[in-house]
């Protein structure tokens, strides 16, 4: 499926894409499952920051895209290992812009599989016409 991203500051408020992502300067950003043309979406980057997908080298922050229910439950606990302690952004596609009759995850069953990998999570976005996600981090002990 590939994005339909409007620019930059695709999405409903003026922010930026980079900054609603909560990318910083001379942060990479690993990209798991992200459509083809991700780059064009995201728009500019601040300075220093980086987009690697797959994952190579170390990252400070993940985003991955998830297309069907099943790949979320299959992988949900290796990404959240992949993580570590930092932030991870799982999308998945809005319900609009899913193929007719497919029944690929949503918010609920999104939440569900990270707090079940023993994440929290604590925002969302409308990363474009296409694609939510919500961003989550390891859970603190006793917490």
Known sequence: MASTGAGPSAGYSGTSLPRKLGIKPGMTVALFGAP????????????GAALARGGRGPAGLILWFVRKEGELSRAVTR???????????????????RAPGSAGPSEKSVRAAGLGAGLVDYKVC??????????????????
């Open 36 to 47: 083809d043309d991700f780059e064009k979406t995201i728009g500019t980057l601040p300075e």
């Open 79 to 97: 990404m959240a290992r992949a993580a570590g302690e930092g932030p991870m952004w799982i999308a998945w596609p809005k319900k609009a812009a």
């Open 126 to 143: 409308a990363i474009d016409a296409t694609w939510s996600g919500l961003l989550f981090r390891r859970r603190k002990a006793g917490g």
